[in-house]
């Protein structure tokens, strides 16, 4: 069963524009990833989020979560044309370390 | 260090033929995961294993889906029958056995399947 629901399905935005994609979940979590694949290269992991972390970065990526919330946001600042992707929020759920459970996918498109 | 490999990156093959897919982890990951992502959804797990033991298979239809690593190491997936609903992307995954709360997964290219 689909653990996170991502939103928005399908996002397009120029070069160098901010890009935000949320995902909600339903069941309490031992943490949060995001994933970002396509054809080229597969899945790919991007970064990953403690239950009892609230935000963090990685390059141009910043996650936050709040679990009274259960939702976590993915931000890319001055997105790029390579950015173009699905991106994927997969939860690892309380009392596991490592099974995850994928949304549903939000489809980025970069115009150049 | 080499990623995880998959093959064959396609295959088509009519609705009731058999179809195998396999997969070579990362060296050294005792876990090896596959996992279904049929078009426009989430990876879903189908089986888990670590070392050659199954840890999860709670959702492979086993009327029709078989898997093994019988060393430990290489993976084979295989369907027979095939059903129209089987094309999908099959993605291979492996990871270290871990105390950690925390354990990365490391995915391979897939493998494309079109059943008609």
């Known amino acids: 069963s689909q653990q996170g629901e991502e939103d928005p399905q399908a996002l397009s935005i120029q070069e160098g524009e901010n890009a935000t994609m949320n995902c909600s979940y339903k069941?309490?979590?031992?943490?949060l990833q995001w994933y970002r694949q396509n054809s080229g290269r597969g899945l790919v992991h991007l970064i990953l989020?403690?239950?009892?972390?609230r935000e963090k970065h990685s390059g141009r990526l910043r996650v936050t979560l709040d679990t009274s919330k259960k939702s976590s946001s993915l931000l890319i600042t001055a997105s790029r044309a390579a950015d173009t992707a699905s991106y994927f929020c997969?939860?690892?759920?309380?009392?596991?370390?490592?099974?995850?459970?994928f949304g549903t996918g939000t489809r980025l498109q970069v115009f150049p | 260090e080499a990623g995880v490999a998959q093959s064959p990156r396609y295959k088509i093959i009519e609705k009731r033929q058999s179809v195998a897919f396999w997969c070579n982890p990362i060296?050294?990951?005792?876990?090896l995961y596959w996992y279904q992502q049929i078009l426009g959804q989430g990876p879903k797990l189908l089986i888990q294993?670590?070392?050659?033991?199954?840890?999860?298979d709670s959702q492979l239809p086993k009327d029709r889906f078989s898997a093994e690593r019988l060393k430990g190491v290489d993976s084979t997936l295989k369907i027979q029958p095939a059903k129209l609903e089987d094309s999908a992307v099959y993605l291979c995954?492996?990871?270290?056995?871990?105390?950690?709360?925390?354990?990365?997964?490391?995915f391979g290219p897939g493998t494309r399947l079109t059943v008609t």
């Open positions: 995954a492996s990871s270290l056995v871990s105390t950690s709360t925390v354990v990365e997964q490391y």
């Open positions: 069941t309490s979590i031992n943490n």
């Open positions: 989020i403690r239950s009892n972390e």
């Open positions: 997969a939860t690892v759920l309380l009392g596991n370390t490592d099974k995850l459970i």
């Open positions: 060296s050294g990951h005792a876990t």
């Open positions: 294993f670590q070392n050659n033991g199954v840890v999860d």
